[in-house]
């Protein structure tokens, strides 16, 4: 059956044929739609879909049930559904799926002037209905890219009001303003378009204190300044610095376009300690094109890698993006999940070749995270990118090297127990979940103790914090020989490997 249906994501999952909504059904099938949609043109197999569908309870029959699901949705939705290798694909124009236009929207916008800009903007933000996929449960498969389109969203809505801003049109956005520094109260570009708009309507008091109330919250409840850019802005807006009257150069949109085209996923906690670690993987990716982290089970391979990848992301010209590779079956899959990674397109064209292109002319960091299950995949395509042309930097993590050509190995250590960087991330994670919690004379050694007796594994320090809430220092340096009954029940919606110490000593993980 041949049609032609229009795809909605950015909201609600609905498909619609010409101006008539269609049925898509029930929770189980809207969520296999919406794994089809945020991969357009990939296969998916019928075990990656009942993951997303049903989590870690997979049903006896999960793989027939998939069948099924897909079998209905293509009564629905036609042959835009095909089968692809082992599994199936979607099979659409960019334009008939409301998440590719309003990426290319906002893409063709930051090329022109602000005029057409705000236009273009404004059209694209019109497609938003609310949070991406918002009806379905995905158990995390949806998690990343939902963030993505989040922060285009926000993203897009500080270019649309910069390009009012050039147009003199900052009476017409200070409601709107209003509204954004509530719902952002860390966002300095709100801020900062907020301060402006308020001084060029001659509101110059209001404008200073939008400024200190910002910085009064962010010394509150986070205990650090405003930037240095924001406070310049403060004191020009105190001077009548005559260049705030009118745009003084284009507004830079490069930073914040890397970080909006960046797949690298945002840490629900802050990292604590590393600093010695990042700076040295940084450099040595600064003279490497691939650089490996090794390491055992737990020591922070992937969170040092993802702060790796956040930090250079804004430097970057195309940004940094993120393969989850620890949910990846075999060698030939380590392609597709970088697709991913990427959000490339591919159709019915190699993926390979279609990622080659993709990279040939890009300035960007590609994280490949959990290597080792698949050693052989990744490092055929760590040579096949290498073999190419272009300004791309790789970063993988593994508990055993590539052994590819030109390859850097880091060996990621243990955290410092002698000058408490282990003490602090056990009172940072033990305070996340038991605010009272600290660390202080009462109790410091003990904690030290027990970090040293953890080997200064990250992940262990952090399971043991999760138990804070239950026991003392002191009570779990007591049971801590009996670590895999102590050192579980870790983050529940997190990867198998991080919930105990266990899975990951032995390997009993997806990856």
């Known amino acids: 059956m041949s049609m032609t249906v229009k795809f909605h994501v950015l909201g609600p999952v609905t498909v619609a044929e010409r101006t008539e909504s269609l049925n898509i059904g029930g929770t189980k099938q809207r969520t296999v739609l919406a794994m089809l949609v945020s991969r357009a043109g990939q296969s998916l197999t019928a075990d990656v879909l009942a993951q997303a569908v049903y989590g870690d309870d997979l049903p006896t029959r999960s793989r027939r049930l998939i069948q099924t699901y897909v079998s209905t949705l293509r009564s629905v ?59 379905v449960e995905a158990h995390g498969a949806l998690d990343g890219e939902i963030t993505r389109l989040v922060e285009l969203h ?12 050039d147009l003199g049109r900052h009476n017409a956005v200070i409601g709107e303003l209003e509204t954004l520094v509530v719902e952002h109260p860390y966002q300095e570009h709100f801020r900062a378009q907020h301060m402006l708009a308020l001084y060029r309507a001659g509101r110059q008091s209001d404008a200073l204190r939008s400024f200190s109330g910002m910085r009064q919250q962010l010394v509150d409840e986070l205990g650090v300044d405003p930037s240095v850019e924001l406070q310049d802005l403060e004191r020009r807006i105190l001077e009548h610095d005559g260049s705030l009257e009118r745009q003084s150069e284009p507004p830079r949109q490069g930073r914040a376009r890397a970080e909006v085209l960046s797949s690298v996923p945002i840490p629900a ?29 737990g020591c922070g391979k992937t969170r040092l890698a993802i702060e790796v990848a956040r930090r250079m992301q804004s430097e970057l010209e195309h940004g940094a993006y993120f393969a989850d590779l620890s949910i990846v079956a075999s060698d030939e899959d380590v392609v597709s999940a970088v697709v991913e990674a990427l959000r490339l397109y591919v159709g019915g064209g190699d993926p390979l070749v279609r990622i080659l292109e993709f990279l040939a002319d890009k300035q960007a960091l590609l994280v490949l995270d959990n290597c080792e299950h698949i050693i052989d995949g990744c490092a055929a395509f760590a040579e096949a990118v290498l073999g190419q042309r272009g300004d791309w930097r790789v970063l993988a993590t593994s508990r055993e090297v590539l052994g590819v050509a030109g390859e850097q190995v880091y060996g990621v250590p243990r955290m410092l127990t002698d000058d408490d960087e282990a003490v602090a991330l056990f009172a940072a994670r033990a305070s996340d979940l038991t605010p009272d919690f600290v660390v202080d004379d009462s109790n410091r050694a003990t904690v030290r103790e027990l970090c040293e007796r953890l080997d200064g594994m990250p992940l262990a320090i952090e399971l043991a914090a999760a138990r804070a809430a239950v026991m003392s220092p002191a009570e779990l340096l007591d049971r801590i020989d009996d670590r895999f009954r102590i050192l579980s029940g870790g983050r529940r919606r997190g990867r198998n490997r991080h919930r105990t110490m266990e899975a990951t000593s032995t390997g009993a993980t997806t990856c």
């Open 77 to 135: 939705v036609g042959d835009t559904i095909a089968k692809s290798g082992g599994g199936w694909s979607l099979v659409v124009d960019r334009g008939d799926v409301d998440l590719f236009r309003f990426e290319d929207l906002y893409h063709a916008a930051m090329g022109l002037g602000p005029d057409d800009a705000s236009a273009m903007l404004s059209e694209a933000l019109s497609m938003w209905r609310g949070d991406p996929y918002c009806d």
């Open 154 to 165: 926000t993203s897009m809505l500080q270019a649309r009001i910069d390009a009012d801003l």
């Open 269 to 297: 906690t802050a990292l604590v300690g590393r600093g010695v670690e990042l700076a040295r993987i940084q450099a040595m990716l600064s003279e490497r094109r691939l650089v490996t982290l090794t390491g055992v089970g």
